[in-house]
């Protein structure tokens, strides 16, 4: 198919006349036919005008009229102008081009006779801004509307970045006799009106019987007058005057933005991309409608957009009621429960269902990870968790809790919840923080169980309480010492470490001496870690939290529930397909070990006592599951000094490893479904249509609200936790550098 061809007649050297009717003519000047097709570029037609026309292309302004309209000039500015003006143009055979230079433009239009002034704004390729032009225009296409004719509204001339609103909103007001639903209809309605026309108004009258708006221009006789048709429902404008006498248009646009209107406007990208930015909002407004947002007003938008979409955040906190109840009702067996303050605000909420507390008993490591993070919604807030590990080392959420604060309290709150949840008490290790009462509530709660102190939240203490005492380098040996005197399986790697970490300082030795190792360190810790250091083990589950935590509280949890549900899912059907005795990472460790294994040489000392020689020499005794090197005890899976022995003396090692690493125990962790929770937001009604007490139930958020400003994260662990500090090069001090120091020398 042949390239659509059309004839440019390109015209210049004359004027525009205004006419009576609000269109324009151009009078006079020389004109010359230029063929162009839908492969011409922007820069080779002018180059071919400049050389007609004798003129410069970089001072060149070339405009043309819409179809059907002698009232609105387009500017063509680059490529894509062209290129649409030729779609404009459907089937004509010509259009008339008139070029410019940009002053001679702007000279020529403001010399033209008019009754009111108006505006145009620059072109997207940076034209030149034209400010009170005086033109009697309208708007895009605007002229008729339902067959009548509309007052001139003074507007000028407009930009193709700028053309969306007027295009879409220029006839939501039509005059007299229109109807709408309600009076909040009319009023977006004049709000949209305004906005395409550019002027300003004020309510005379506004109530719920009668609306009356005048344009805020003093003695302008703009002004419509709305109220209820009779014996109905409907609004319809009763009385309009459409004509301006005023400079409407040049009132500022910001005026004219009410935060509810671009919320409104943005409310369908916001729901496909979350992330939307203030800054961004604020450029697409402005590119789009050509009204100037600041950050503030972009923000406040996108919090009304967002609650269009996601419901209301206050009334997510009086639905928590029904939203446990459905719960409960949806997953049997599952714990949902939250509590009030004395003035019906919310306090805290516990969730674990079913699938996630009976997994957790048949089929995860007695092992409970405790952390925090807090959350960016309206009304704050702090989330805990409690998450286990699998058998193939991924996590398993148990229980989490929203709190209105961490507090020593909710702390003890949580754990009470979290114990009931429990059918069959066991022994069980938390790796947890040591603050926040947890050191006092954990073994009151759970008797029998082990505290294992975070090592991330330890070695931040560590830097905290050396800080100012040495320099980076050596704090940050000391935490490594530190780390490293953790993870130590025996006694004399443990000591090696404190010694060096005595070498740099007897104070920092004393302090690990003091800071109860027999919590943290591995060689003396008396419960099963399986070599988990740190608290914030379930990344996946926080990062579950970070997609989700501006969301209203019982889509927050909901979203959990649903990452969670999906998660279930996914590793029941991973697991049915695994035809090894381990879950495949234990697998893989085991084989390693064995492959170790083959070099050693392995002597009968007693029994069940066997000498395994290697680069060391290790005791490993098969009936208690132990060897010297601690491996064995620390993972739960044989070292290589015990595959040894077994290969010896004819055991099989797969008899020797934890239970939790069998393929079948975690199939069994996955084997309960959570299943959805559906119409989270509708009131429960039982028969008789008397609502059940959780429906009548009023719980208001907390008083608490979002702080301002940027929140902050958690922090990720790292080994090199230190800043580091500055040190003066004159005095050789920590904690200030030359030009500030104050030693006299």
Request: glycine residues 6%; positive net charge; hydrophobic residues 35%.
């Amino acid at each position: 198919m042949a390239a659509k061809k059309i004839i440019a007649i390109c015209q210049s050297g004359g004027e525009f006349v205004a006419n009576k009717d609000g269109t324009l003519s151009y009078n006079g000047g020389d004109a010359y036919a230029i063929d162009i097709d839908e492969k011409t570029e922007l820069n080779g037609f002018k180059s071919e005008v400049a050389d007609m026309f004798s003129c410069s292309v970089d001072s060149m302004s070339i405009k043309y009229f819409l179809p059907g309209n002698k009232k609105t000039l387009i500017t063509i500015s680059k490529d894509k102008d062209l290129h649409r003006m030729m779609n404009f143009l459907g089937d004509t055979m010509t259009v008339d081009i008139f070029v410019m230079s940009e002053e001679a433009a702007a000279r020529n239009l403001s010399n033209m006779p008019a009754s009111r002034s108006s505006r145009t704004t620059a072109s997207e390729a940076g034209g030149v801004l034209m400010d009170a032009l005086p033109l009697n225009v309208h708007v895009g296409s605007m002229g008729v509307a339902d067959g009548n004719p509309i007052s001139s509204i003074p507007v000028g001339i407009i930009d193709e970045n700028h053309r969306k609103a007027a295009i879409q909103w220029e006839n939501t007001i039509t005059g007299v006799d229109q109807r709408f639903n309600s009076f909040t209809e009319f009023r977006d309605a004049l709000h949209k009106y305004s906005i395409a026309h550019g002027f300003a108004y004020r309510y005379k009258k506004n109530d719920s019987h009668r609306v009356t708006v005048k344009c805020k221009s003093q003695g302008c006789p703009w002004r419509i007058y709305a109220s209820r048709l009779s014996t109905t429902q409907l609004i319809c404008i009763k009385k309009m005057n459409g004509e301006h006498t005023c400079e409407g248009a040049s009132v500022k646009a910001g005026y004219r933005a009410t935060r509810g209107w671009v919320g409104s406007i943005i409310k369908e990208k916001l729901k496909n991309s979350p992330n939307y930015r203030p800054k961004d909002i604020a450029d697409d407004i402005k590119r789009e409608y050509g009204i100037q947002l600041n950050y503030s007003q972009a923000w406040r938008a996108k919090e009304i957009a967002r609650e269009q979409l996601q419901g209301s955040y206050k009334e997510a906190y009086n639905q928590l009621p029904f939203f446990c109840e459905k719960i409960k009702e949806t997953n049997p067996g599952s714990v949902a429960t939250f509590s009030t303050k004395e003035d019906s605000s919310f306090h805290r909420l516990f969730v674990s269902f079913h699938a996630s507390i009976i997994g957790f008993e048949q089929g995860c490591r007695p092992l409970i990870f405790l952390d925090s993070t807090l959350l960016n919604s309206k009304y704050q807030g702090t989330l805990f968790a409690a998450v286990s590990v699998d058998g193939d080392g991924g996590i398993f959420p148990v229980a989490f809790a929203v709190v209105d604060a961490e507090t020593e309290e909710n702390w003890r709150w949580f754990l009470l919840e979290l114990k009931s949840t429990f059918s069959a008490p066991r022994p069980i290790t938390f790796v947890a923080d040591f603050k926040n009462g947890l050191k006092k509530s954990l073994p009151e709660i759970f008797e029998k169980s082990f505290h294992a102190y975070c090592l991330r939240h330890l070695a931040e203490k560590l830097n905290r309480d050396l800080k100012g005492q040495f320099s980076h380098e050596a704090r940050r040996f000391m935490i490594n010492d530190f780390y490293a005197a953790a993870y130590a399986p025996r006694l004399e790697g443990f000591q090696r470490s404190a010694e060096n970490i005595k070498g740099i300082s007897p104070d920092a030795y004393n302090w690990i001496i003091k800071s109860e190792p027999e919590h943290w360190a591995n060689a003396f810790f008396g419960g099963a870690r399986y070599n988990h250091m740190t608290a914030n083990f379930g990344q996946q589950f926080y990062s579950w939290v970070s997609e989700a935590h501006e969301l209203p509280i019982t889509q927050l949890i909901d979203t959990l529930r649903g990452k969670m549900m999906e998660s279930f899912y996914t590793h029941r059907v991973e697991s049915n397909q695994w035809i090894t005795k381990l879950t495949p990472s234990k697998e893989e460790q085991l084989q390693k070990e064995t492959s170790s294994a083959r070099s050693l040489q392995v002597l009968l000392s007693h029994s069940s006592t066997f000498e395994v020689r290697g680069e060391s020499v290790n005791t490993v005794d098969i009936e208690q599951w132990d060897c010297s090197c601690k491996v064995w005890q620390l993972t739960g899976l044989p070292c290589c000094h015990a595959i040894a022995v077994f290969e010896c003396v004819g055991r099989d090692p797969y008899d020797y490893c934890s239970r939790y690493f069998m393929a079948e125990i975690y199939r069994l962790t996955y084997a309960a479904s959570i299943h959805p929770v559906p119409n989270v937001d509708r009131p429960v009604v039982v028969q008789g249509g008397e609502s059940s007490e959780a429906a009548t139930m009023f719980v208001s958020p907390p008083p608490t609200k979002r702080v301002i400003g940027r929140p902050k994260m958690k922090q990720p662990e790292s080994l090199d936790i230190c800043k580091r500090q500055l040190q003066c090069s004159k005095c050789k001090g920590l904690g200030h550098n030359k030009k500030t120091c104050k030693d006299p020398s």
